[in-house]
């Protein structure tokens, strides 16, 4: 895998080091789970850019004709197109029919951004929601461990895959899937993650110029016996961490930080967790850009009330993380 | 699959650690990828259940080719615009076709034609749903549900039952031929023309020729245009027809838009046959030491008995994720719910109210339906999880001709929550 230490921040926040994650085992990802290649690989370029052995070959193939079937298949709207002829075989893995109401909202494109989402808390229960709002999302496997049961025959062995999911601007969600089968464990992790995503809140450590490029204070997230705290640094510091956290924060899209770790930090799932604790943190924390008094608007299943009668305009309050006051 | 097993086994498992807490193995390749499904002669199933799984069928929605094509006699199965009844002449009447809690009748949803091979008296044979497309009376529905032993409580969806043998004195004992010479034997009674559902048995009072099955429908008729044709009626005898909608068509009112349901075994939609109990292993098995850090942070990710839930109905829906209805009337099938909360128990399924014998789960409808409708995504809009539809087990033939059946509805937790 290329690239693995942090990058240094480019004055638009364009994160290179990241692009170069897949590795082998995302171009293996893409080859088994054909209608999802083209949410894992935004385009061709990704597996191209993976290392070229055979198997990048075999997802580049892949990738080209599930595009050529999401293009064929393009149904619009809530009819079947051809009068009579049942669609279902062909475009069937493509076309998305929403089950929740959220899914219908989101896929009628009342619903635009994922913050809208947030703002209300509204569970999200079906992946493809995340994958429509967040466009940009690419996905790691973090490791794959077999796991064993004692069985009156032997042992029954599946595995167990973390996965970790990021737009590197502000999205991150992690996901852990037991399968028979390990193709079968990473894509179920996959879309795990995907219901997990969570936003960042990310800050300035000095001058507010340019982009937010670390976290906006000193956070701290447990789970187990490790505890990972994040701490501001100066732009171009990079992400000081340990291989595993840093991953995750690359997908985050925080660029400096200086972190510390505390426990048994060799058990991977514990790490990541609490590093993905401590993100979730970052949003939770009151600064005084806080302080102003909430106006709520109403979801989008809530009737409308009294209480959201005002006279004045309603302001959304999704903070805006870029420049802060 | 071999290109993929054996790129799997090419995968090096690292640990990113350098050792683990749970018993790994030792670096050994993946077992080969049949080993998934076809576990039979070695392992022990004790965990997964790999019960021999009722073969359910499927129902998608398609554009009917011509509307002429659903037409009571031709025994078809649809959802939307308005229903083939089957018997055409003793439709339902009275309070059974209007909701329980608004009193406004109900809207027609879909149909089934469902025969039971064995039984001569159901050779023919059609399940009606219809609902009530208030969210508000549906909310109320799913709560009264439970209180179906306390007398006959009002529901807001209903499903009728109808079945008539091979000679009847509608549609003649030969099949039909599909090539535009089928009729029925009489014509049918007739409807409301605003919603083309119900038995139209009240007259406008002063063209005598609009009819309605409600005072409700009449009001709206009049207000929609029914006030300006009246008087024009009344004097032109003939040329009614140009004004009333004609048999088979969409009456005046918004029906929900009309579509032919197509069946197909959900056998045919296996992709990976040895993905099943996928959803289970959400829930890892404990490794041989119980670790409990590893235990508490698994809670948090993966199952609660609602997560499990709704990944198994995931799961099982994403093989066709067109579907709007899954039907199996066998022994051992069981209803597909999405959520753990809001399942009946044996004791809440009441037994059949005409020949009290015992009810069976027979078919249920899924959200995916309300998404075809294009139902609005408002807050006070029609939203369900899933609605579950149990019928009398021996079909029982009693003297109305059609019976009220017990829909079961679940729905999704948000829309009930309030503030």
Not at chain 1, 261 to 274: C, D, E, I, M
Not at chain 2, 88 to 114: D, K, M, T
Not at chain 2, 279 to 304: H, I, N, T
Not at chain 2, 319 to 330: D, F, G, N, S
Request: hydrophobic fraction near 30%; include cysteine.
């Amino acid at each position: 895998m290329t690239n693995v230490e942090g990058s240094k921040a480019d004055e638009d926040g364009d994160e290179v080091g990241e692009e170069g994650h897949a590795g082998s085992l995302c171009s293996i990802v893409a080859d088994v789970k054909e209608p999802e290649a083209d949410e894992v690989d935004n385009d061709g370029i990704e597996a191209g850019r993976a290392q070229g052995d055979g198997v990048a070959e075999d997802s580049n193939e892949v990738s080209g004709e599930s595009d050529d079937e999401n293009n064929g298949g393009d149904n619009e709207g809530v009819l079947m197109t051809e009068a009579g002829e049942c669609v279902r075989d062909a475009e069937e893995e493509e076309k998305w029919v929403p089950v929740t109401k959220l899914g219908r909202l989101v896929k009628e494109n009342k619903i635009r951004k994922i913050e809208e989402i947030y703002l209300h808390s509204l569970p999200v229960k079906e992946h493809q929601i995340v994958e429509q709002l967040v466009p940009g999302l690419k996905d790691e496997v973090m490791k794959i461990t077999p796991v064993q049961k004692q069985t009156r025959a032997g042992q029954r062995t599946r595995f167990k895959a973390f996965v970790v999911v990021g737009d590197g601007d502000g999205h991150v969600g992690l996901g852990v899937k037991c399968a028979k089968e390990v193709a079968t464990a990473i894509r179920g992790a996959i879309i795990l993650a995907k219901l997990s995503v969570v936003p960042v809140r990310r800050g300035y450590w000095g001058n507010k110029i340019g982009k937010p490029h670390t976290v906006p204070c000193k956070v701290t997230g447990k789970c187990g016996s490790v505890t990972v705290r994040m701490v501001p640094a100066p732009r171009g510091s990079g992400i000081v961490a340990a291989r595993v956290p840093k991953k995750v924060l690359q997908f985050a899209g925080i660029e400096d930080v200086f972190t510390s770790s505390r426990g048994s930090t060799k058990t991977l799932g514990n790490f990541v967790k609490a590093t993905f604790d401590c993100l979730m943190k970052t949003y939770g924390f009151l600064t005084p850009d806080f302080w102003r008094e909430t106006r709520f608007i109403k979801t989008p299943f809530q009737e409308y009330t009294d209480l959201l009668a005002r006279p004045k305009g309603l302001v959304i309050e999704a903070p805006a993380e870029k420049i802060e006051a | 699959m071999e290109s993929n097993a054996q790129k799997l086994r090419g995968l090096t498992i690292t640990s990113l650690d350098e050792e683990d807490d749970e018993p790994e193995l030792p670096h050994r390749s993946p077992p080969a990828s049949g080993g998934g499904g076809g576990d039979g002669a070695g392992y022990e199933d004790d965990d997964e259940e790999e019960e021999e799984e009722a073969e359910v069928t499927l129902g998608f929605l398609e554009k009917p080719k011509h509307p002429g094509l659903l037409l009571r006699h031709l025994f078809p199965s649809k959802a939307g615009g308005i229903p083939a009844w089957l018997d055409p002449v003793n439709l339902p009447s009275g309070n059974s076709r209007c909701c329980g809690f608004c009193g406004e009748p109900l809207q027609f949803v879909l149909q089934i034609y469902a025969p039971i091979e064995d039984n001569a008296a159901s050779f023919h044979r059609t399940l009606f749903m219809f609902m009530c497309p208030s969210m508000a009376c549906l909310l109320r529905d799913q709560h009264d549900q439970w209180k179906h032993r306390q007398g006959n409580p009002c529901r807001s969806v209903k499903v009728f039952r109808c079945q008539l043998p091979r000679s009847n004195a509608f549609y003649s004992s030969e099949p039909p031929k599909h090539n535009d010479s089928d009729k029925p034997l009489c014509p049918g009674a007739p409807v409301c023309h605003w919603c083309g559902t119900w038995k139209g048995d009240k007259i406008c009072s002063s063209c005598k020729k609009a009819r309605y099955c409600s005072e409700k429908h009449q009001t709206l008729h009049w207000r929609s245009g029914h006030k300006s044709d009246c008087l024009q009626l009344i004097s032109s005898s003939e040329a009614s027809s140009s004004i009333f909608p004609a048999v088979g068509k969409v009456p005046a009112s918004k029906s929900w838009p009309e579509y032919e349901i197509a069946i197909d075994y959900e056998g045919a939609f296996d992709s990976d046959s040895c993905d099943e109990s996928n959803s289970k292993s959400l829930v890892m098995q404990r490794p041989g030491k119980p670790d409990d850090m590893m235990q508490s942070w698994m809670d948090q990710f993966e199952a609660d008995a609602d997560n499990k839930c709704w990944a198994s109905f995931q799961e099982r829906v994403s093989r066709a994720p067109k579907q709007v209805l899954r039907y199996c009337r066998e022994e051992n099938a069981k209803p597909l719910w999405a959520l753990s909360a809001g399942c009946p128990s044996n004791a809440d399924i009441p037994s059949c109210s005409y020949c009290r014998g015992p009810l069976c789960y027979e078919f249920q409808i899924m959200p995916q339906l309300l998404y075809y409708f294009g139902v609005k995504n408002e807050p006070d809009s029609l939203d369900w999880a899933t609605i579950v539809v149990y019928t009398c087990k021996g079909s029982c033939d009693q003297n109305v001709s059609y019976k009220e059946e017990f829909a079961w509805v679940q729905l999704y937790p948000t829309t009930t929550t309030r503030s």
